[in-house]
């Protein structure tokens, strides 16, 4: 008499497969909630912001040129500007849209740019902003206040010298002259 053993299943093979496909499935799909769902993220726009600032500020170091990073108020967007491109020097870019370079990136739905304040130029609460980036290191010294839907506001203090940047949860002003 033989013996038949019918065995039904999986290999241990195909489970993984399956759990990879899975979990690759989920989380594009979590990050697309997520994008619907960031609708005034302060924290979110805030990391752009921060990202865009050290990026920049590695660039103007690397290349030992100076570089900008352009903030447009009215459109809650920033771009990076490079003065290499045309040749004018920084001081003629300060509402030079033609210079931008890297794209333009918009903050998160429901998050906008209430006002940016540069020294020495003061609070600048519309239109195109810049905040040099020196070939030493050394960024303009700024603050950058940012307001959701919800009325909470962040603000984003440089640091000139190390370029870190340090998040309040509250509208921080007159930090700037200390």
């Keep these: 008499m033989k013996a038949t053993t019918n065995l039904r ?7 993984l497969v399956v759990l990879t496909l899975l979990g690759i499935f989920a989380s594009v799909l979590s990050l697309r909630v997520a994008e619907v769902l960031s609708d005034g993220d302060l ?6 912001i921060i990202n865009r600032i050290h990026t920049v500020r590695g660039q ?3 290349a030992r040129a100076e570089k900008g990073l352009g903030l447009s108020i009215n459109r809650n967007a ?3 500007l490079d003065p290499g491109q ?7 870019w300060a509402g030079g849209r033609e210079n931008r370079n890297a794209g333009e990136t918009t903050l998160p739905r429901g998050v906008r740019l209430e006002d940016v304040i540069v020294l020495p130029r003061g609070k600048i609460q519309e239109g195109e902003v810049l905040i040099r980036f020196y070939a030493n290191g050394r960024i303009d010294r ?10 909470e506001v962040y603000t984003l203090e440089i640091n000139p010298l190390t ?7 509250r509208y921080v002003e007159q930090r700037m002259a200390q």
């Design 142 to 151: 700024s603050l950058i206040h940012l307001r959701n839907e919800a009325e």
């Design 9 to 15: 299943g999986f290999t241990l093979l195909e489970l």
């Design 60 to 62: 103007a170091v690397y």
């Design 43 to 48: 924290r979110l726009a805030g990391r752009m």
């Design 86 to 92: 045309s040749g004018n020097p920084m001081v003629e």
């Design 78 to 80: 920033l771009y990076n």
């Design 163 to 169: 370029g870190q940047v340090k998040v309040y949860d």
